[in-house]
């Protein structure tokens, strides 16, 4: 009989051992069950496939190769009877796809029309790591016009957004006579950040720029519907891409994961503040024609703040604002109204 007291004395002073034994396991089942998916997500998500349209897209391309990596670009012929060339620089994080909605009303236009993927962007190659610059994007233009054989061609540019500021650089080099550089023609800017001061980025970008521990997460851990959300908002409520749209960005982006080098494209942002007397100076100083094509309900580059900056600073520049509801990407929320205020300054000089 006196061993029960010692057996139950034994079972109490081992009761909060054990059950604390149980937490802590239950709590490591949790924490790997959170963490297993997490793990998962972040060492590999397999790309999207290409749709027909986006597969229709590369397949009437080319590639050309600059300084060991591989530069996607389109080459159309077009119109009889004329000698113009536009080339079309696109903005990020997206790639040549946005002119797919004005493409063919080009050609009816020029008689060549170009438009390449930026290194790290869409069927381009994205190499890992490495120091993306606007200077080697303005480089990677010139080294195509000159495999094309347009070097002594006079050109007609139209750009978006980051493309606005590789465009920048290229007009420095053109006004300063620098080798190698391209012939402008015109020069038609569209929405993007040529102001540092006037550019709001969003705050995914800001994180992926500025902070380096948590950018590798985060541009594994940016999914479909990050994207997504994050497109939509400098879409106007009116002129969203579709689904199969949303899907196609998403696909060019995720292409040769195309997500792993978000953060180091960022830079340009940071490079848009140091370089702003050589890049802005060259918009204020040119002689070329100049056109801005604005959508006013743009986050990034909000109205009326940057427009009211363009007309003090660019004087020389005409300018066409387009409907209220259109947003940051005017090419494919309006293509009639970005053609027509397009092919108006065209026909202008």
Not at 27 to 54: D, M, R, T
Not at 213 to 224: D, E, G, K, S
Request: proline letters at 7%.
């Amino acid at each position: 009989m006196m061993c029960l007291p010692v057996s139950l004395s034994l079972r109490g002073r081992n009761a909060p051992s054990l059950a604390a034994t149980l937490n802590m396991r239950e709590w490591w089942i949790h924490v790997g069950l959170i963490c297993i998916p997490l793990v998962a997500v972040y060492l590999h998500i397999p790309p999207p496939q290409l749709s027909p349209a986006l597969q229709k897209w590369h397949s009437t391309g080319q590639v050309f190769n600059f300084r060991g990596n591989k530069i996607f670009y389109r080459d159309s012929n077009g119109a009889l009877g004329s000698s113009d060339v536009v080339i079309l620089l696109h903005g990020f994080p997206t790639s040549s796809y946005d002119w797919n909605k004005i493409w063919e009303p080009l050609t009816q236009r020029f008689h060549r029309v170009i438009a390449l993927d930026f290194l790290g962007f869409g069927f381009s190659d994205k190499p890992r790591p490495h120091r993306y610059s606007i200077f080697e994007q303005a480089s990677v233009v010139e080294a195509l016009v000159a495999h094309l054989g347009l070097s002594n061609q006079r050109v007609n540019l139209v750009s978006h957004d980051y493309g606005d500021t590789v465009a920048l650089e290229l007009l420095y080099r053109s006004d300063q006579n620098r080798t190698g550089h391209l012939t402008f023609n015109s020069l038609c800017l569209s929405n993007g950040g040529l102001f540092p001061e006037a550019h709001y980025p969003r705050l995914l970008q800001t994180l992926l720029k500025d902070f380096t521990v948590l950018a590798p997460i985060l541009t594994r851990l940016t999914n479909f519907m990050v994207f997504q959300k994050g497109i939509g908002e400098v879409f106007g409520p009116y002129t969203q891409p579709s689904d199969a749209d949303f899907w196609d960005m998403w696909t060019s982006l995720r292409y040769n994961d195309g997500n792993l080098v978000l953060d180091s494209i960022l830079q340009y942002i940071n490079q848009r503040f140091k370089h702003r007397e050589r890049w802005v100076g060259a918009l204020t100083s040119t002689f070329i024609p100049l056109h801005m094509i604005y959508g006013p309900l743009d986050p990034v580059n909000p109205h009326p703040q940057f427009i009211r900056l363009y007309q003090q600073l660019v004087q020389r520049s005409t300018l066409t604002v387009l409907d209220e509801h259109i947003s940051h990407y005017p090419q494919l929320e309006d293509p009639t109204g970005f053609l027509n205020a397009y092919f108006n300054f065209i026909h202008s000089f």
